[in-house]
Protein backbone atom coordinates (compact mmCIF):
# COMPACT_ATOMS: atom_id res chain seq x y z
CA UNK A 1 0.00 0.00 0.00
CA UNK A 2 3.00 2.68 1.04
CA UNK A 3 4.57 1.45 -2.21
CA UNK A 4 1.96 2.31 -4.29
CA UNK A 5 1.00 6.13 -2.15
CA UNK A 6 4.46 6.71 -3.48
CA UNK A 7 4.27 5.97 -7.06
CA UNK A 8 1.04 7.59 -6.92
CA UNK A 9 2.13 10.97 -5.34
CA UNK A 10 5.77 10.86 -7.95
CA UNK A 11 3.23 10.35 -10.98
CA UNK A 12 1.31 13.61 -9.58
CA UNK A 13 4.68 15.62 -8.78
CA UNK A 14 5.44 14.66 -12.95
CA UNK A 15 2.51 15.96 -13.86
CA UNK A 16 2.87 19.45 -11.81
CA UNK A 17 5.86 19.83 -13.41
CA UNK A 18 5.37 19.27 -16.92
CA UNK A 19 2.08 21.24 -16.51
CA UNK A 20 4.75 24.25 -14.97
CA UNK A 21 7.00 24.25 -17.53
CA UNK A 22 4.37 24.32 -20.64
CA UNK A 23 2.98 27.38 -19.44
CA UNK A 24 6.72 28.75 -18.58
CA UNK A 25 8.21 27.25 -22.41
CA UNK A 26 4.92 27.82 -24.42
CA UNK A 27 4.99 25.40 -27.52
CA UNK A 28 5.72 27.23 -30.88
CA UNK A 29 2.50 27.16 -32.90
CA UNK A 30 2.40 26.86 -36.54
CA UNK A 31 0.23 30.21 -37.20
CA UNK A 32 2.19 31.98 -34.84
CA UNK A 33 3.23 35.54 -36.70
CA UNK A 34 6.49 35.50 -37.79
CA UNK A 35 8.84 38.40 -35.81
CA UNK A 36 6.56 38.29 -32.81
CA UNK A 37 3.56 41.38 -31.71
CA UNK A 38 6.74 43.91 -31.67
CA UNK A 39 7.05 43.74 -35.64
CA UNK A 40 3.48 44.07 -35.90
CA UNK A 41 3.38 46.91 -33.79
CA UNK A 42 6.53 48.58 -35.38
CA UNK A 43 4.70 48.24 -39.21
CA UNK A 44 1.11 48.85 -37.66
CA UNK A 45 2.86 52.51 -36.98
CA UNK A 46 4.93 52.81 -40.08
CA UNK A 47 1.47 52.53 -41.72
CA UNK A 48 2.02 48.97 -43.40
CA UNK A 49 0.10 45.99 -42.03
CA UNK A 50 2.67 43.21 -41.13
CA UNK A 51 2.73 40.32 -43.19
CA UNK A 52 0.74 37.18 -41.47
CA UNK A 53 1.48 33.77 -42.76
CA UNK A 54 -0.16 30.38 -41.87
CA UNK A 55 -3.32 31.49 -40.49
CA UNK A 56 -5.04 28.52 -40.28
CA UNK A 57 -6.83 28.11 -43.77
CA UNK A 58 -5.16 31.32 -45.11
CA UNK A 59 -4.77 32.07 -47.90
CA UNK A 60 -3.24 35.31 -49.94
CA UNK A 61 -7.50 36.76 -50.21
CA UNK A 62 -7.20 36.59 -46.56
CA UNK A 63 -4.15 38.30 -46.19
CA UNK A 64 -4.56 41.38 -48.39
CA UNK A 65 -8.45 41.53 -46.69
CA UNK A 66 -6.25 41.97 -43.20
CA UNK A 67 -4.32 44.59 -44.81
CA UNK A 68 -7.44 46.53 -46.16
CA UNK A 69 -8.77 46.51 -42.58
CA UNK A 70 -6.17 47.87 -41.40
CA UNK A 71 -5.41 50.63 -43.74
CA UNK A 72 -6.78 53.93 -42.50
CA UNK A 73 -9.21 55.63 -44.50
CA UNK A 74 -8.62 57.97 -47.47
CA UNK A 75 -8.94 61.73 -46.98
CA UNK A 76 -8.44 64.87 -48.93
CA UNK A 77 -8.44 68.36 -48.87
CA UNK A 78 -10.75 71.05 -50.86
CA UNK A 79 -9.63 74.68 -51.01
CA UNK A 80 -12.51 77.61 -51.82
CA UNK A 81 -12.04 80.97 -52.50
CA UNK A 82 -15.22 83.54 -52.23
CA UNK A 83 -15.06 86.79 -54.56
CA UNK A 84 -16.85 89.02 -55.84
CA UNK A 85 -18.02 89.31 -59.40
CA UNK A 86 -17.65 92.45 -61.51
CA UNK A 87 -14.43 93.46 -59.06
CA UNK A 88 -12.44 90.15 -58.09
CA UNK A 89 -12.60 91.51 -54.24
CA UNK A 90 -12.02 88.59 -51.67
CA UNK A 91 -15.61 88.36 -49.68
CA UNK A 92 -14.80 87.45 -45.88
CA UNK A 93 -17.00 85.47 -43.27
CA UNK A 94 -19.48 83.89 -46.36
CA UNK A 95 -21.17 81.18 -45.27
CA UNK A 96 -19.75 77.64 -47.73
CA UNK A 97 -22.04 75.09 -47.43
CA UNK A 98 -20.81 71.51 -48.39
CA UNK A 99 -23.46 68.76 -48.79
CA UNK A 100 -23.33 64.85 -49.24
CA UNK A 101 -26.02 62.34 -49.99
CA UNK A 102 -26.27 59.95 -47.24
CA UNK A 103 -28.54 56.32 -46.97
CA UNK A 104 -32.13 56.71 -46.89
CA UNK A 105 -32.56 60.15 -48.41
CA UNK A 106 -30.48 62.43 -45.93
CA UNK A 107 -27.81 64.92 -46.62
CA UNK A 108 -25.11 65.67 -44.68
CA UNK A 109 -23.71 69.31 -43.97
CA UNK A 110 -20.63 70.59 -43.52
CA UNK A 111 -20.78 74.26 -42.92
CA UNK A 112 -17.57 76.63 -43.04
CA UNK A 113 -17.20 80.10 -43.10
CA UNK A 114 -14.33 82.11 -45.52
CA UNK A 115 -11.65 83.78 -43.17
CA UNK A 116 -10.59 87.78 -44.25
CA UNK A 117 -8.90 86.44 -47.83
CA UNK A 118 -11.77 84.84 -48.63
CA UNK A 119 -10.43 81.46 -48.70
CA UNK A 120 -11.91 78.51 -46.67
CA UNK A 121 -9.69 75.01 -45.99
CA UNK A 122 -11.70 71.50 -45.49
CA UNK A 123 -10.00 69.09 -44.33
CA UNK A 124 -10.16 64.86 -44.08
CA UNK A 125 -13.16 64.62 -46.98
CA UNK A 126 -14.32 60.96 -47.80
CA UNK A 127 -14.39 60.40 -52.03
CA UNK A 128 -17.48 61.24 -53.05
CA UNK A 129 -19.53 64.35 -54.66
CA UNK A 130 -20.06 67.28 -52.98
CA UNK A 131 -22.91 69.81 -53.80
CA UNK A 132 -21.15 73.43 -52.72
CA UNK A 133 -23.39 76.28 -52.12
CA UNK A 134 -22.07 79.76 -51.07
CA UNK A 135 -24.06 82.60 -49.37
CA UNK A 136 -23.48 86.04 -47.65
CA UNK A 137 -25.73 88.73 -46.84
CA UNK A 138 -25.73 91.34 -49.33
CA UNK A 139 -25.12 89.20 -51.98
CA UNK A 140 -27.01 86.58 -54.09
CA UNK A 141 -26.55 82.65 -52.97
CA UNK A 142 -23.89 80.86 -55.76
CA UNK A 143 -25.62 78.24 -57.85
CA UNK A 144 -25.31 74.80 -56.71
CA UNK A 145 -21.71 73.76 -57.82
CA UNK A 146 -21.30 69.62 -57.79
CA UNK A 147 -17.56 69.15 -56.74
CA UNK A 148 -16.04 64.93 -57.37
CA UNK A 149 -13.66 64.52 -54.37
CA UNK A 150 -10.68 63.64 -55.10
CA UNK A 151 -10.10 65.75 -58.10
CA UNK A 152 -6.51 67.28 -59.73
CA UNK A 153 -7.95 70.38 -59.28
CA UNK A 154 -8.04 71.27 -55.46
CA UNK A 155 -8.78 74.78 -55.12
CA UNK A 156 -12.27 76.21 -56.86
CA UNK A 157 -13.00 79.75 -57.39
CA UNK A 158 -16.66 80.83 -56.72
CA UNK A 159 -17.97 84.43 -57.10
CA UNK A 160 -20.95 86.08 -55.60
CA UNK A 161 -23.18 88.70 -57.44
CA UNK A 162 -23.54 91.83 -54.74
CA UNK A 163 -27.29 92.34 -54.34
CA UNK A 164 -29.42 95.39 -52.23
CA UNK A 165 -30.78 95.19 -48.96
CA UNK A 166 -33.70 96.95 -46.91
CA UNK A 167 -34.46 96.95 -43.14
CA UNK A 168 -35.85 98.62 -40.75
CA UNK A 169 -38.72 99.00 -37.79
CA UNK A 170 -42.05 99.17 -37.59
CA UNK A 171 -43.59 101.44 -34.93
CA UNK A 172 -47.50 102.31 -34.01
CA UNK A 173 -47.50 106.55 -33.08
CA UNK A 174 -47.02 105.15 -29.28
CA UNK A 175 -43.74 104.49 -30.37
CA UNK A 176 -45.11 100.80 -29.27
CA UNK A 177 -44.40 97.71 -32.00
CA UNK A 178 -47.59 96.50 -33.38
CA UNK A 179 -46.82 92.88 -34.20
CA UNK A 180 -49.07 92.38 -37.08
CA UNK A 181 -48.22 93.76 -40.60
CA UNK A 182 -46.47 92.91 -43.64
CA UNK A 183 -43.75 94.90 -45.73
CA UNK A 184 -44.45 94.30 -49.44
CA UNK A 185 -41.88 95.62 -52.43
CA UNK A 186 -42.90 95.83 -55.87
CA UNK A 187 -40.51 96.14 -58.92
CA UNK A 188 -40.97 98.26 -61.24
CA UNK A 189 -40.39 97.56 -64.94
CA UNK A 190 -40.43 94.60 -67.33
CA UNK A 191 -39.67 92.18 -64.39
CA UNK A 192 -42.58 92.98 -62.30
CA UNK A 193 -41.25 91.66 -59.89
CA UNK A 194 -43.34 90.88 -55.93
CA UNK A 195 -41.71 90.76 -52.89
CA UNK A 196 -43.54 90.19 -49.00
CA UNK A 197 -41.64 89.75 -45.51
CA UNK A 198 -43.14 89.27 -42.05
CA UNK A 199 -42.32 91.36 -39.09
CA UNK A 200 -40.35 89.81 -36.03
CA UNK A 201 -42.32 90.57 -32.69
CA UNK A 202 -40.32 93.70 -31.86
CA UNK A 203 -41.68 95.22 -35.41
CA UNK A 204 -38.28 94.98 -37.13
CA UNK A 205 -37.50 93.52 -40.65
CA UNK A 206 -34.79 92.88 -43.53
CA UNK A 207 -35.44 91.64 -46.77
CA UNK A 208 -33.87 89.23 -48.42
CA UNK A 209 -31.16 90.10 -51.61
CA UNK A 210 -32.64 92.41 -53.86
CA UNK A 211 -31.82 93.24 -57.03
CA UNK A 212 -30.77 97.24 -58.51
CA UNK A 213 -33.82 98.80 -59.73
CA UNK A 214 -36.53 100.83 -58.86
CA UNK A 215 -38.79 99.82 -55.81
CA UNK A 216 -42.07 100.48 -54.12
CA UNK A 217 -42.50 99.80 -50.31
CA UNK A 218 -46.06 99.39 -48.56
CA UNK A 219 -47.28 98.51 -45.77
CA UNK A 220 -50.14 96.16 -44.78
CA UNK A 221 -52.14 95.51 -41.92
CA UNK A 222 -52.54 91.46 -43.39
CA UNK A 223 -52.59 89.78 -47.24
CA UNK A 224 -56.07 91.22 -48.44
CA UNK A 225 -55.65 94.90 -47.29
CA UNK A 226 -55.03 97.86 -49.23
CA UNK A 227 -52.23 99.72 -48.97
CA UNK A 228 -51.82 103.14 -46.60
CA UNK A 229 -50.63 105.91 -49.11
CA UNK A 230 -49.21 107.37 -46.35
CA UNK A 231 -47.00 104.78 -45.99
CA UNK A 232 -45.99 104.13 -49.44
CA UNK A 233 -42.79 104.82 -51.18
CA UNK A 234 -40.37 104.57 -54.12
CA UNK A 235 -36.76 103.82 -53.93
CA UNK A 236 -34.10 103.04 -56.66
CA UNK A 237 -31.58 100.66 -55.07
CA UNK A 238 -28.38 99.55 -56.54
CA UNK A 239 -25.90 96.70 -55.91
CA UNK A 240 -24.42 97.07 -52.14
CA UNK A 241 -26.89 99.24 -50.89
CA UNK A 242 -28.50 98.56 -47.65
CA UNK A 243 -30.91 100.99 -46.87
CA UNK A 244 -32.65 101.44 -43.38
CA UNK A 245 -36.14 103.16 -42.45
CA UNK A 246 -38.48 103.34 -39.76
CA UNK A 247 -42.42 103.21 -40.45
CA UNK A 248 -45.24 104.80 -38.31
CA UNK A 249 -48.62 103.60 -38.55
CA UNK A 250 -51.65 103.65 -36.91
CA UNK A 251 -53.32 100.77 -34.65
CA UNK A 252 -56.82 102.02 -35.64
CA UNK A 253 -58.08 101.88 -32.34
CA UNK A 254 -60.00 105.06 -30.90
CA UNK A 255 -59.57 104.57 -27.22
CA UNK A 256 -56.06 105.65 -27.37
CA UNK A 257 -54.89 108.89 -26.63
CA UNK A 258 -52.70 110.21 -30.02
CA UNK A 259 -49.23 109.50 -29.84
CA UNK A 260 -46.40 112.22 -31.19
CA UNK A 261 -45.57 110.24 -34.14
CA UNK A 262 -46.92 110.47 -37.47
CA UNK A 263 -47.84 107.86 -40.06
CA UNK A 264 -45.17 107.57 -42.54
CA UNK A 265 -41.76 106.52 -43.48
CA UNK A 266 -38.64 107.76 -42.25
CA UNK A 267 -35.04 107.07 -44.00
CA UNK A 268 -32.69 106.38 -41.83
CA UNK A 269 -29.60 106.77 -44.08
Known amino acids: MSKFRAVLTVLMLAMALAFALSVIFPPRHEWEMPGGVDLLVQDLRDGVPAEVEGLPGGNAQKQEGLRESLRP ?73 ALAVPDEQTSHQIELRPGAMLSGQVLDTQGRSPNFGLIR ?85
Open 73 to 145: PMSYDLQIEVREEGTGQPIAEATVRLESPLAGGQIAEILRWTDYTGKVYVAKLAAQTYTVVVDKVGYFSSAPL
Open 185 to 269: LRKRGPEQEERIFRLQLDGSFQTDTLSGGLWVLDWLPHYNAKADPRITTEIALVPQDHRRLEIVVERGTEEEAPGDRFPGVRWLN
